[in-house]
């Protein structure tokens, strides 16, 4: 069995690993990601997630840092905490960086003897070749332009600011802060004891300059004593749900079926328990002797297309009660915050949506 996957990105590397470890032969096609990729990006990953992807795809213990609470603060309400998420013995997520993970991945398929990199192919190249599946994450492919262009767009008018600061040693320094300002929301990751990333999603944020967003960051930290910052990476916002996601065998992945804000840290957990879906997809077709082909797309959609769309759409719902509570000085969404933060099972709830995504 043989499958092509365009594009070299996390999402294309973590799926190859995952078919390789079933003896699948994959060649990825470079889009030269590995080269570009930004030093300073983090990913939060979920418990579940984390442990499905050191079972299934890579040990990734190393270059992880676990973070065993959630304080969640906003603007409206005077920096008073309004909703905690802990987890005393274990970790709600790890946070790692998307260079090393991307690194480690890279290092373990080059070694793998069913893995191979191609050079970038056109859509007939790719079909001469007669792979059982073709896997497509690459949003630049003339592939993607050809069947995969009809889609839900959401421009959020934001861009997401982020950095990594070098601050006073914090020991332990495992909780993870998310503070709803009036221009965006804001999260302080740490990813060591003396090491926190940033997020900051600012919206109609074209005119701000590097000292701004400093001074922003500033304003809002009151943990931690700041040595040094790195440079600010700038991300635009907007969220994507790819209306078909596939055509004859060949199937859209990763951020291009589905890109989501991220202000919940969720859109490669996404991917993750897509990766999850089809792999057990594609091991009952193995276990029944039947190929990969055009089915395994059929039933993949089948299987998550509405799971991912409502679940973007939960994620888009929290950013619009976040964006309308800190427009309005209204004191029932401010009461309605402390109810949730109160409450025990709606705060199970919501820690069970960002670990294992929708149940369905
Ligand atoms: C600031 C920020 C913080 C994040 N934090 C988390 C987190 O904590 N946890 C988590 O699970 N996920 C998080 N994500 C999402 C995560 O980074 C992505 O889901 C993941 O990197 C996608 O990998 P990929 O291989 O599928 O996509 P890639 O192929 O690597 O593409 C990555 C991005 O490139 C962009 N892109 C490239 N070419 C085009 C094009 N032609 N048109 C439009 N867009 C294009 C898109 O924005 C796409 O999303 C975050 C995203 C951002 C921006």
């Known amino acids: 069995m043989k499958v092509c996957i365009i594009g070299d990105g996390l999402t294309s590397l973590a799926l190859a690993k995952a078919l390789i470890n079933k003896d699948i032969i994959v060649d990825v096609i470079r889009s030269k990601k590995l080269k570009k990729i930004n030093k300073t990006s983090t990913l939060g990953i979920s418990k579940s997630n984390f442990q499905f992807f050191n079972?299934?795809?890579?040990?990734?213990?190393?270059?992880?840092?676990?973070?065993?609470?959630?304080?969640?603060?906003?603007?409206?309400?005077?920096?008073?905490?309004?909703?905690?998420?802990?987890?005393?013995?274990?970790?709600?997520?790890?946070?790692?960086?998307?260079?090393?993970?991307?690194?480690?991945?890279?290092?373990?398929?080059?070694?793998?003897?069913?893995?191979?990199?191609?050079?970038?192919?056109?859509?007939?190249?790719?079909?001469?070749?007669?792979?059982?599946?073709?896997i497509n994450c690459d949003f630049n492919h003339e592939i993607t332009k050809k069947f995969f262009s009809k889609k839900i767009v959401k421009n959020y008018k934001s861009i997401a600011f982020t950095t990594v600061i070098?601050?006073?040693?914090?020991?332990?320094?495992?909780?993870?802060?998310?503070?709803?300002?009036?221009?965006?929301?804001?999260?302080?990751?740490?990813?060591s004891e003396v090491k926190t990333s940033i997020v900051?999603?600012?919206?109609?944020?074209?005119?701000?300059?590097?000292l701004d967003i400093l001074n922003l960051i500033n304003k809002f930290n009151s943990k931690y004593e700041i040595e040094k910052i790195d440079k600010i990476s700038k991300f635009n916002l907007n969220s994507i749900s790819l209306r078909k996601y596939y055509e004859n065998n060949i199937l859209a992945f990763g951020d291009l079926l589905h890109k989501i804000h991220p202000l919940a840290g969720q859109g490669f957990n996404m991917s993750i328990r897509d990766i999850k879906d089809l792999l057990k997809i594609i091991q009952e077709k193995i276990e029944l002797g039947l190929p990969l082909d055009s089915n395994v797309c059929d039933e993949f959609q089948d299987k998550t297309k509405s799971k991912n769309y409502f679940f973007s759409n939960g994620?888009?719902?929290?950013?619009?009660?976040?964006?309308?509570?800190?427009?309005?000085q209204n004191r029932y969404l401010s009461s309605?915050?402390?109810?949730?933060?109160?409450?025990k099972t709606i705060k199970k709830y919501f820690k069970k949506f960002a670990d294992v995504g929708l149940q369905v």
């Open 55 to 134: 079972k299934n795809i890579i040990n990734i213990n190393k270059i992880t840092w676990n973070i065993k609470k959630i304080k969640i603060y906003t603007e409206n309400l005077k920096g008073k905490e309004v909703i905690q998420f802990s987890e005393s013995n274990d970790q709600l997520f790890s946070i790692l960086k998307n260079k090393n993970l991307l690194e480690q991945l890279d290092y373990e398929l080059k070694r793998n003897k069913y893995f191979n990199y191609k050079k970038k192919n056109s859509y007939n190249g790719i079909i001469k070749l007669k792979y059982d599946l073709i």
């Open 166 to 191: 070098k601050h006073k040693k914090l020991s332990p320094n495992n909780t993870a802060i998310q503070i709803f300002t009036r221009k965006g929301p804001l999260a302080f990751l740490p990813i």
């Open 200 to 210: 900051y999603s600012i919206k109609n944020a074209e005119h701000l300059k590097e």
């Open 315 to 328: 994620i888009d719902l929290v950013y619009e009660f976040f964006n309308l509570e800190s427009r309005v």
């Open 336 to 343: 309605m915050l402390k109810f949730i933060g109160k409450n």
